[in-house]
Antibody, heavy 117, light 108 residues
Framework: QVQLLESGGGLVKPGGSLRLSCEAS????????MTWIRQAPGKGLEWVSY????????YYADSLKGRFTISRDNAKNSLFLQMNSLRAEDTAVYYC??????????WGQGTTVTVSS | SYVLTQPPSVSVAPGQTASMTCGGS??????VQWYQQKAGQAPVVVVY???HRPSGIPERFSGSNSGNTATLTISRVEAGDEADYYC???????????FGGGTKLTVL
């Protein structure tokens, strides 16, 4: 069964950092591109970042302005999102998703990040 | 950056047909995906590459894409279809994925 399990969310103060993880199972993780998407409370979906299967191609949403870093460890079937200089507007549920074609075919259940003093 | 526009809400009676649009400049040249998100749950893809349905998605769900508008159509709407629906494309010019603002489908 194809599954993605996010972890690492929590409460962090403005200016702080957090590292999210996404553990994949049920498919050959190393063969697939991956992505992060977030959803602020009561708002729509917002794409965050993309990483190719090898890690050789990485893209970010313009709004992040270099504060976030995506990475992966294919040996551990894991995807990561390092988030620095966090702001209140980064408060959201963060989803990892498996890329298929130009979209996402499998989503995790999400991990909640709250940025507040 | 590329912008996708969706109506905030659509209402339909059970058994009727719901159509939700996704507007974008020359969207017909893009591959459009549609995601269903029920309250408190993660999104699920219901249509990919404009018209294709993943396994397990009922045939009642269909997609089309031409010109400046992509459309998700749900025929014989059921109460269980009530959800938020998002369209999405990959914008090659900016190397970014883009989501529409979402449409809330209400089944009357």
């Amino acid at each position: 069964q194809v599954q993605l399990l996010e972890s690492g969310g929590g409460l962090v103060k403005p200016g702080g950092s957090l590292r999210l993880s996404c553990e994949a199972s049920g498919f050959f993780f190393r063969d697939y591109h991956m992505t992060w998407i977030r959803q602020a409370p009561g708002k729509g979906l917002e794409w965050v970042s993309y990483i190719s299967s090898s890690g050789g191609a990485i893209y970010y949403a313009d709004s992040l302005k270099g504060r976030f870093t995506i990475s992966r460890d294919n040996a551990k079937n894991s995807l990561f999102l390092q988030m620095n200089s966090l702001r209140a507007e980064d408060t959201a549920v963060y989803y990892c998703a498996k890329v298929r074609g130009f979209g996402m075919d499998v989503w995790g259940q999400g991990t909640t990040v709250t940025v507040s003093s | 950056s590329y912008v996708l526009t969706q109506p905030p809400s659509v209402s339909v009676a059970p058994g009727q047909t719901a159509s939700m649009t996704c507007g974008g400049s020359n969207i017909g040249f893009y591959s459009v995906q549609w995601y269903q998100q029920k309250a408190g749950q993660a999104p699920v893809v219901v249509v990919y590459d404009d018209t294709h349905r993943p396994s397990g998605i009922p045939e009642r769900f269909s997609g089309s894409n031409s010109g400046n508008t992509a459309t998700l159509t749900i025929s014989r709407v059921e109460a269980g279809d009530e959800a938020d629906y998002y369209c999405q494309v990959w914008d090659n010019s900016s190397d970014q994925s883009v989501f529409g603002g979402g449409t809330k489908l209400t089944v009357l």
